[in-house]
């Protein structure tokens, strides 16, 4: 980034690594911090109290989600991605169709008034 800052790469590349965090990092207020502290310490009370119980129930759930989670066969998620794309294209042309309408709807209400006015 600092050798090539004026390219549009390194401009990117700022914006990326660099103006975006930093906005980020702006928005965290000292409300964040003690919410998170609350949360880190409620969860480690939790843990000394339930002596680890609950970091191992965690941690033996874990294999099982992640099993789940890839008994999905590819053809699957082919499927969602393609239904995804094919609702987006139907929208697209629901746009392009109600455009084409109101196109055909000025052009008719233009002739329409010169018609009036030839008269």
């Known amino acids: 980034m600092t050798v090539s800052d004026e390219t ?3 401009r990117f590349l700022h914006r990326l690594m660099v103006v975006m965090p ?3 990092l702006n928005r965290i ?3 964040h911090i003690l919410i998170a502290v609350a949360v880190i310490g409620l ?3 939790l ?3 339930g002596r680890g119980d609950g970091i191992r129930i965690a941690a033996s759930t874990l294999p ?3 099993v789940w989670l890839t008994t999905f066969e590819v053809s ?3 499927d969602v991605v393609m239904m995804l794309a094919t609702a987006s294209a139907l929208m697209r042309f629901r746009h392009l169709w109600s455009s084409m309408l109101n196109v055909k709807a000025r052009l008719l209400m233009r002739l329409k ?3 009036k006015r030839s008269r």
């Open 29 to 31: 207020t000292p409300l």
């Open 22 to 24: 930093a906005r980020m």
């Open 64 to 66: 099982d989600a992640v």
């Open 43 to 45: 969860g480690a009370v």
């Open 8 to 10: 549009p790469t390194g």
């Open 113 to 115: 008034t010169r018609r």
């Open 47 to 49: 843990a000394w109290y």
């Open 76 to 78: 699957t998620y082919l």
